[in-house]
């Protein structure tokens, strides 16, 4: 089953960094693959307080743009490694990351990021920028990550969705079955769950809480959220996974094995982090494997 999501183009935020050739590289593939354009998009700015200190900063600008045009062109040339007809556009722009990446996911599939900057400093502004983009893109936001740190993330393995019983995850869920099977992967459904502090106190100080049940409720509220995606993507085989765990450490745990991790996003809120949640927020930090986050309703 090809998933065209209607010919929107996949965009690419490109920083001069090996992390974000290599997320060029991921998303030249998915782009490849869906017959969709890649738009690889760099912007430029002065740091803060530069024009302060400096008597020429226009000469800084023009360095700056020169840098992007580099670093899109060597994009441009990593993207052709992949498929040498690939419809490839680059866009440099003067202005912030952030509100720049987040207009061009109005119109795109998906936006790919890398996650290393080119120094200590870059990599942690790069990291913020990240979070910013992935908590207010209107389209799913792939974080492409490899198992060590810069290193080409595998192919292989299946699609592991984080599946959290409320309707937050279900276009994760349907983004997850569109790219198992893209990938004619196996697609994990993990659904975690724990003893409340409700449920404690209810059962008393003495009294032990009822695991059992509490496992039978989570594998209902799993098969409930699972209902109609198999027959819709039969081509799909699920394995169910539910875990009595935290859902960062169980998810980042199948990212060990996985070619993509899927988690779902609120749809709106006052700050980016808030809107991603802890289990995200780690995932972005430490998942050994690309990460989508893809917005309750869906977005692009």
């Known amino acids: 089953m090809m998933t065209t999501r209607h010919n929107r183009p996949v965009v690419v935020g490109i920083d001069g960094s090996a992390s974000a050739l290599e997320a060029a590289r991921w998303a030249a593939k998915v782009a490849a693959r869906d017959h969709v354009p890649l738009r690889l998009v760099h912007t430029y700015d002065l740091p803060l307080g530069v024009p302060a200190l400096v008597s020429e900063p226009e000469s800084l600008l023009d360095a700056a743009r020169e840098h992007g045009r580099r670093w899109l062109a060597e994009a441009r040339e990593v993207a052709a490694e992949v498929d040498v007809h690939l419809p490839t556009e680059t866009v440099l722009e003067a202005g912030s990351t ?25 990599g942690f502004l790069v990291g913020c920028k990240s979070v910013g983009v992935t908590g207010q893109a209107q389209s799913p936001v792939v974080i492409v ?50 003893e409340s502090l409700v449920e404690i106190a209810l059962a008393g100080d003495n009294a032990p809480v009822d695991l059992i049940l509490l496992r039978e409720q989570a594998e209902e509220t799993l098969a409930e959220r699972l209902a109609g995606w198999q027959e819709k993507y039969p081509d799909v085989r699920i394995q169910r996974d539910v875990v009595h765990d935290r859902p960062s450490r169980s998810l980042r745990r199948c990212s060990s094995t996985a070619q993509l991790v899927v988690v779902g996003r609120r749809r709106r809120g006052s700050f980016p982090s808030l809107l991603l949640g802890s289990t995200s927020l780690t995932l972005l930090h430490h998942s050994w494997c690309p990460v989508a986050v893809v917005r309750a309703d869906g977005g692009g």
């Open 98 to 122: 952030v509100p720049t990446l987040v207009h061009e996911s109005e119109s795109a599939s998906m936006v790919v990021l890398g996650t290393r900057g080119l120094s200590a400093l870059t």
């Open 145 to 194: 990550r490899g198992r060590e740190p810069g290193g080409r993330p595998r192919d292989l393995g299946p699609v592991v969705v984080g599946v959290d019983g409320t309707e937050l995850s279900e276009a994760a869920t349907a983004f997850a079955f569109a790219e198992a099977s893209a990938r004619r992967a196996e697609l994990v459904a993990v659904h975690t769950w724990t």
